[in-house]
């Protein structure tokens, strides 16, 4: 199955010109190929399940580190800032990767149909693991990909298919991992809503007790559950949204260094560089102008 998938993806990735990652007319999907191995670069993961067909990819969040090859996937439950990098690539075999977000409403009904519900898992832990890509999982993903080749099929089919990727993660070997994250009342569920909360007001100043009363829980508590499931703090979470949204922003709308900084919500220049740079490996105009560069390679 995966050895389909490998020539699916390989074929689509040589015939869809030179964007990458490779959007797809399916809504969620996309495709990943990379001819060498990178250096770490940010983004923002949302609820996926992604794929190795070829090579192998390592995916930092915090202090914990997490690596996929062919044949396997890395499950993320919730939106969260990362690094990603390509670790086995090469021209001969590029990494070939497949991301899928997860469609939540089509999650949450998926879970109000299954005859026994899946205990969540205890203790409670990341909601980012590595689980085998395998049986009807990796059958799911070649036909998610195979519809590219039948666009008028994709709105009749799509939903069907992610309802089948749904159910084979919900009743899978980390079934009670996705469970505790779509239920409503869990302690998870809580912090996710203050996850929400932080990502859409990332460049104003953090207040934990906030945060801690939107979950429910006390600050400490709070904290510590934070810490859990992102293996980050939260000012940590903040400060990585901060940089890769200034990043974006130079990079894309052209703003100077100072503007960058302070709408992402810094009030100093100088702080802002320093942690850019620890971040990026080099100090913002001089990441910047690299980037430029080697844009049109």
């Not at 923002?44 to 190795?52: G, N, Q, W, Y």
């Not at 919900?170 to 991992?177: D, K, M, P, V």
Request: charge should be positive; aromatic fraction near 8%.
């Amino acid at each position: 199955m995966v050895d389909e998938l490998r020539e699916a993806v390989k074929r689509y990735t040589e015939t869809a010109g030179r964007q990458n990652p490779f959007t797809t007319a399916v809504s969620g999907l996309t495709l990943l190929r990379s001819d060498r191995e990178r250096r770490p670069q940010p983004l923002i993961h949302k609820p996926a399940l992604c794929a190795a067909v070829q090579g192998a990819k390592r995916e930092i969040f915090g202090d914990r580190q997490l690596e996929y090859r062919a044949g396997q996937a890395l499950i993320v439950s919730f939106e969260t800032p990362a690094f990603g990098t390509m670790v086995e690539a090469s021209p001969g075999e590029p990494f070939l990767g497949v991301v899928i977000e997860f469609d939540l409403a089509i999650m949450r009904d998926v879970v109000s149909e299954l005859p026994v519900l899946p205990r969540a898992s205890e203790p409670r832990g990341p909601g980012i693991f590595v689980t085998d890509l395998s049986g009807p999982l990796a059958d799911c993903v070649l036909r998610l990909v195979r519809l590219l080749d039948t666009p008028a099929a994709i709105p009749i089919l799509y939903p069907a298919i992610m309802r089948e990727i749904c159910y084979w993660t919900l009743t899978g070997s980390h079934a009670g991992e996705i469970m505790r994250l779509t239920m409503a009342h869990t302690h998870e569920s809580t912090v996710i809503r203050a996850i929400h909360a932080l990502r859409r007001g990332f460049a104003k100043a953090i207040r934990i007790h906030e945060l801690a009363a939107m979950a429910k829980m006390s600050p400490t508590a709070f904290h510590r559950h934070f810490k859990t499931m992102t293996s980050m703090t939260p000012l940590q979470y903040q400060k990585q949204l901060r940089l890769i949204e200034a990043r974006r922003l130079m990079l894309s709308e052209a703003l100077n260094v100072e503007s960058a900084a302070f709408k992402v919500g810094y009030e100093s220049p100088s702080q802002f560089t320093r942690e850019y740079a620890r971040m990026f490996g080099a100090a913002p105009r001089r990441d910047i102008t690299a980037l430029r560069v080697a844009a049109p390679r």
